[in-house]
């Protein structure tokens, strides 16, 4: 059964996108069966990874309409071991569209209980926003990673978040975990970026990764060829970054899996 982890802040410019893509396409590299789900209308995720949204037959869009099997709306990329369902600037519409449906909240976890078992990882990118689909998002999934961008409001709107998935797991989804906040965009030469690393870890302890995502020019170029950062530039620090925190989440849940045998 594979693990559904959803990338969320509704803070946006912190690096969701960027992580889902990455951290997908290093899963896959690391010879894991990976989905990546892009649930923002802006569809960056799909785009990012060059996909022609406007070709692709349907996407999460439909599937939180519930009006075509998951298994029709998944595209191959061209990263190994790595599916896409894309996005569309339609999936805005589903706000309003299943307000007043029933089980609103759990459309997404309906959708995709039929494959979560033929991979490993599903990795859901979310809008920044705390709205409707983002909150399809946390019901579905197992886990959340937290991006923080290591600059001056780091910790701004984090508290809201974190109420909102003790939300989640108090009615939708009771074994919602945080995977780990992770500490995005950091420049070591800035004093900045040092002191948000040293006060979220202080704050938060082990719930940080290990592992942070430095700035890196080739990480912000890769986008644009509609390429992830492993299949862009494979030896960059953003490349290096990445394949180091996939590692970093496949430890933790191997360990993860020890400890509950």
């Not at 990329?77 to 029933?102: R, Y």
């Not at 508290?159 to 975990?177: M, R, S």
């Not at 890769?222 to 953003?238: H, N, R």
């Amino acid at each position: 059964m594979g693990k559904v982890i959803a990338i969320a802040n509704q803070k946006g410019g912190v690096g969701k996108t960027t992580t889902s893509v990455n951290l997908a396409a290093a899963l896959g590299v690391l010879e894991k069966k990976v989905l990546l789900i892009d649930a923002d209308p802006q569809a960056n995720a799909s785009s990012g990874l060059g996909i022609d949204i406007e070709e692709a037959p349907a996407g999460t869009y439909e599937l939180l309409e519930h009006e075509v099997e998951a298994k029709d709306t998944i595209v191959k990329t061209k990263s190994p071991n790595l599916d896409l369902i894309p996005s569309h600037i339609d999936l805005v519409a589903v706000e309003v569209e299943l307000v007043n449906k029933a089980k609103r909240e759990y459309m997404l976890a309906e959708a995709i209980k039929d494959i979560k078992d033929k991979y490993d990882y599903i990795i859901i990118d979310c809008a920044p926003s705390l709205g409707l689909i983002t909150l399809n998002a946390l019901t579905a999934a197992d886990s959340v990673i937290v991006p923080i961008q290591c600059e001056y409001f780091a910790l701004e709107g984090l508290g809201k978040l974190l109420n909102t998935i003790q939300n989640v797991q108090k009615i939708q989804n009771p074994n919602l975990d945080i995977e780990g906040l992770l500490l995005t965009m950091y420049d070591a030469r800035l004093k900045l970026s040092n002191q948000v690393v040293e006060e979220v870890t202080k704050h938060f302890g082990d719930m940080v990764f290990e592992t942070v995502i430095q700035r890196n020019v080739r990480l912000s170029e890769a986008p644009s060829f509609g390429e992830s950062i492993l299949d862009y530039d494979a030896t960059s620090k953003g490349a290096v970054n990445y394949l180091n925190l996939a590692d970093e989440l496949i430890r933790n849940n191997e360990k993860e899996e020890t400890n509950k045998q």
